[in-house]
Every structure is written in C-alpha cells, then in structure tokens.
C-alpha cells in the first residue's frame, strides 16, 4: 500500500501562467516534467525500438494493463522479472489501470459491484477486472506509477449518469488506494467528473482526500470539445495540490499540450505520435501535420523538417520516406515512428527551456 | 561501356580447397570476400535501418531493378541523386538485370528478340525489358555493381529448351556489355546452362570471352537439387578466370555459402534472412533454424543466440520476441532481421577468417 508521500519537486513556477517545471523520482530514475509518454500499448512502443526512444529523450513509457493482461499476462512478465526487463526499457514506466480498454474495447461487459466482468475483444476469453485485480496486475508488471481504477465516464452523458459514474469512481478508487503494491511503486488517483464543474470540484476534493502519489485528470481525449477539455482542467486544477505531479490523460496535439501545460498539467500521453505515423501523418514545426503520401511529396528531396534533428531526417527524404510507405515497407513507419516522437520529445524540451525562460507564452504563439 | 578490367585483389588461396580471400574494389568502397549481400528489394533490407546494416558490417547491399522499375521508377531515384543517395546507404550496391522476376512475378510475357514485354504483377501496367532497357535501368539506378540480362532458364528445363535459352541468353548479354553505364560502375556476365555440364562450359567460355568485371552463376536456387546447385558449380568455376570475382545468385542457406566458398565463389546474396525473420525464424550455430514462436519459447527467458552479440541478443529474450510476434508488433519482425541478418555478417566473418587460418574445412564440420 502506498505512503502517499509526494516524491515530486516543484523546480520552478512560470511567472507568466500556472505552467511549472518540476522533477518526479521513481524507481527507475528522474523525470522531468512537463513530460510526455510514449505508448507502449503491448510492452513496445509501435514500430520503435527502446535504444531509438533513449536516443530521442523518452524519459517515461506508457504501458496498457488491459492489453497486457490479455497477452502475454501478467504471470508470464513477472516470471521475466517485470515489465522493464521483459520490454528491455530500464526507465520509468507508467500503466494505466485498464478501465478506459474494458469499456472501449472489450465486448460483453457486465457491471459488478466489485469491477467489470467482461470478454477479451481477441478471442472472447472471460476476464474480471476491478480496483483489486487492477492493482494485482500492476503490481505483477512492476510499473514505478500504477493507475487507480476508474470508471470512464462517457461522453456526452447527463448530470445524472455522471453522478452516479462518479460514486462509483470514488468507491473504487477507495480500494484501489488500499492495495498493496511493491516496494516503490507510487498510485495515481484520477479525478472524474465529466462537464460538470461541480462534479469535477467534488471528485477533485475526494480523491485528493485519499493522498495519492500523484493525480490525473480522466474523462477527457473521450470525444468532447477541445473547450471541454480545458474547463475539466480550469475545475479541476484548483483543487489539487501543488506538491504532487499532475496528468492529463490521453492528450493531445501540440497545442492541447501546451494548453495543458500553461493550467499547471505536469504529464501527457497520447498514441497521436505513433498512430499518426502509421497513418503516413508527420508532425512539422509548429504543430502542423504533413500527409508524406501526398502527391506534392514525390520529387521532395528535402527531409521531413528541415528543423528536426532526428535519425529519419539527417538521413531521408520525404521522396524515399513517401516511397517505402507506398510499397508497405516497414522502414517507412520506423521513419515516420521516430520524427514523429521526435518532434513531441523536441516539443516538451522546447516547454521546459521556454518555462525556465519566462518565454512560454511566446512559445505557445509558435503553435498552430 | 565497361572496359572489363579487374577490381579484384586475390589476397590468399586456401591451402585446403578453392576456397579464396579477395577484395572487390567499388566507387563506394573496398569489399573483403567471400562476402554475402543482404537484400534490398525495394530500395530497403526488409524491416531494417542502413544505421543497423552498417553496425552489423554489411558491406554491400543488392537492388532489384524489376521492383525499382515498377515503384518509385528509375527516374525518380536518377533525379534523388542515384539509389545510394535515395535509400541513404552509402556502401556499394549490386543490382540485379531485373530478369528473373520478369520470369518469376510478371503477368502476361511476350518474348521479343530484343526482350521481354510483361505486365507489372502491381497494376497491370505494361513494360518492355531487355539487354538495352535494364542497363539503362541500372544505369539511373547508379549501381556499383550491374548485372548482364540473361534469360533465368527454368527448373527442370529439357537439354533442347536449355540450349535455345542459352543462345538467347549469349546473345542478350553480348548487348548487355556494350550498354553505356555511369563512370566506375561494374558489368557481371552471368552463366547458364541449366543442368547440363556441356552447357555450362560452353556459357562459362563464351561468356568470359565477353570480358565482364566479375561473373556470376546463374539459373541456380531456382528449385533445382543441392547436388545440382553443386554440380553447377563444379562445372563452371574451372572455366572462370582467377582475377575476377565470382558471385553464385540467390544462395542460400548456411551450409550451401560454405559449399559454394569451397568451391572458390565470393560473392552471395539470399533473402533467407529476412524472409525467415518475417515468418518468425531465427538462425542459430550451426547454422540451425528456430521457431521462435514455438511453445518451449514462451518462458525462455533466454537471448536468441548465447553466442550472438547482435542488439536482440544483447538486450531482449526469446520470450519477449516471441510476445511481439503473437500480437503482431513491428519490433518483433524487427529484432528478428537484425539477429538473422547479424548472423549471416557473423558466418562471413568466420568464413574469412578460417580461410586465413587454414581452417576453413575444419568451421565447415559446425554447420548442419
């Protein structure tokens, strides 16, 4: 069971907004934030090898429960000596607790009081999974930040429904906190809430009350407005305390970041990075994206951005990149893959100097 | 025109058999021999990175001029500055005529005199490809290495149609060597002869009467017997002169590169590697094969290879792979084709070594 100490540093508070640079101690070494986390859905950052992330500056990877549970289960990476070993990543990890995959992905679910029993979207294979068996999972995968169980609230949803989400929220939440975790693991309670100011204040309030390590902002990247999302921040930040790291979860495009950032948001993940480059989708300067695929890249022989330093573009062209996607070559998604984490890893680097600096909010008029 | 000179410095004769060390001058760069060549189809080694090909001491990569040619085409990779400057691989390159897939993947052949009219096995699309057409080909391609067009007599092919296709083979090549090529690049002469002895001495004469740079063998690996692959081999390497490099196309296994460097051959390029580790097999000493994804795999907590210091080997366990194939991950198919290809880079250098030794016969015994 967690202390519910706080092993977050505030290093320095922006003099220009609510932004902040500070540093977590885990485990597995020190972040600093604001930081962002690859997704390493099933023990792998998708089309990325772990040397590749380090050489980027990948600080901390995501891990997904629900997908790890399903294959190869939790057994099979404990018995590899934990996650870290298994993957061949000895930084920090963070997973999430699975609630968001069972209500998104799963088939056949039915509420329990106790989690949620329902069928693998692979084979249909029954599982159960509940605060307890969420934290058990974790604990086995021997992440350094483990993630309350939560029910995701959907979007749009009345007052209503959200209360009631919320009650149940709470109730798991409340156990998740007692579970007991290995040594050094730190828990993250989630603050719900939906659009509603005075459910986010309320639950804000109560999770803070169970002194997690660290508390994230759930139910947003679910489908609501970018406006949405940012007054689930504005309700919810004020209430939360300043010596614990903060995440908002599932986000975003560069300029959600940086709108996290500016309300005091500490830590980001999203799959935008990975999945857009299996999609041929390049991030440039500015936040803007590039279709590499487009015909106006054919006879392109410069790099992707001429700003970027990464491997794919010190050494290939948009022609050659647009080429190997063309033929379904897997260096072409490795290329786009790396630029792609590149370019967020540049981003946040680009935040903390710009914070430390005084210039964030200059910095955020480079943002499209 | 190539003036048919020698590129090759013959270094050291095996005491033991015709086994042979040399080095194979190129505009990009000095090969030690025998070397084999991984293959780049589509101007990339399947799933890998020219960063990792050069850290596993590739030294020469091959080009198919029949892939090239139907996607992105020889005019935008001329305009790209060549193929090495397109693929960002700055080591020689050898490609082949484009021949054997007009025979083996086009749709729709018509024989010509001077060629082959084919369908694109990818759209339908119409080309012509002979002697004149695949030098120019080559030629925009930049090569440092082309190949003479040759017709790929089948298997099993009666000594009638073998000695037809023969004729017609002389005389594409004999046009094929006076094709204008690019300053410093090499012309191959190919023999052929199918299964016949009388065939393959009348092909190794009349083609090195021919003068090419270095000469390879062709119309093997092309279903034929290991004892025939052999036999053709021992047919025609006596009529091959010493000075220039010899390069037995699209083998092979382990054992069959051994057989062939005994046998005096330099030169070797297979898909093996790649293609193995696309379908979840490792290489492992001895030259033996393993199913990654077999069951006795999943708790193997093993590298691949003890013996192996590939980046797979050194950082990640058959477990863990054998996860990444199951749940499709691009990393898994990667980690294979650095190991695989780790291991073919690994045998050369072992190969050249007991030549140097005087061991040669002896490393042969360690492979099935």
Redesign the interface.
């Known amino acids: 069971m967690i202390d519910g100490a706080s092993h977050f540093k505030l290093l320095q508070k922006s003099t220009e907004c609510s932004a902040r640079l500070g540093e977590l101690e885990t485990p597995h070494g020190k972040i600093q934030t604001p930081v962002f986390m690859p997704v390493g859905t099933?023990?792998?950052v998708?089309?990325?090898?772990?040397?590749e992330l380090e050489e980027l500056g990948s600080q901390i990877i995501l891990g997904n429960t629900y997908?790890l549970l399903l294959?190869?289960g939790p057994e099979?990476i404990e018995?590899?000596?934990g996650l870290h070993r298994?993957?061949?990543w000895d930084h920090p990890i963070l997973t999430d607790s699975g609630g968001f995959q069972v209500f998104s992905l799963a088939g056949l679910r039915k509420m329990r009081p106790n989690g949620v029993e329902f069928a693998s979207h692979i084979d249909g294979n029954r599982f159960f999974l509940g605060p307890v068996e969420s934290a058990a999972v974790q604990r086995a995968l021997g992440s350094d930040i483990v993630m309350a169980f939560d029910e995701c609230t959907p979007y749009p949803c009345s007052y209503k429904d959200a209360e009631k989400s919320l009650e149940l929220t709470h109730r798991w939440e409340s156990v998740s906190r007692e579970q007991p975790l290995k040594e050094g693991q730190q828990m993250f309670g989630i603050v719900q809430g939906s659009v509603y100011p005075e459910l986010r204040e309320k639950s804000a309030k109560f999770i803070t009350s169970l002194n997690f390590n660290g508390y994230a902002i759930g139910g947003v990247s679910v489908g609501e407005t970018e406006e949405e999302m940012i007054h689930a921040m504005d309700w919810t930040t004020p209430f939360l305390p300043e010596d614990k790291p903060r995440y908002l979860m599932g986000v975003g495009t560069p300029r959600q970041i940086y709108e996290g950032v500016k309300r005091g948001i500490d830590m980001f993940d999203c799959v935008m990075p990975t999945r857009l480059a299996r999609h041929g989708t390049a991030f440039v300067t500015g936040g803007k994206t590039l279709a590499i695929k487009a015909a106006k890249c054919?006879?392109d022989?410069t790099p992707i951005d001429e700003n970027c330093q990464c491997?794919a573009c010190r050494?290939?062209?948009k022609?050659?990149i647009r080429?190997?996607l063309?033929?379904n070559?897997?260096?072409g998604?490795?290329?786009l893959s790396i630029h792609n984490i590149a370019y967020f890893m540049d981003l946040m680097s680009n935040i903390r100097k710009a914070i430390a600096d005084g210039t964030f909010i200059e910095f955020g008029k480079t943002l499209i």
Do not use: D, S, W
Not at 46 to 51: F, N, R, Y
């Open positions: 099933r023990g792998t998708k089309a990325m090898a772990p040397c997908h294959r190869p099979l018995k590899a000596g298994f993957a061949g054919r006879e022989f491997y050494n290939f062209t022609a050659y080429h190997l063309n033929v070559e897997i260096l998604v490795r290329l």
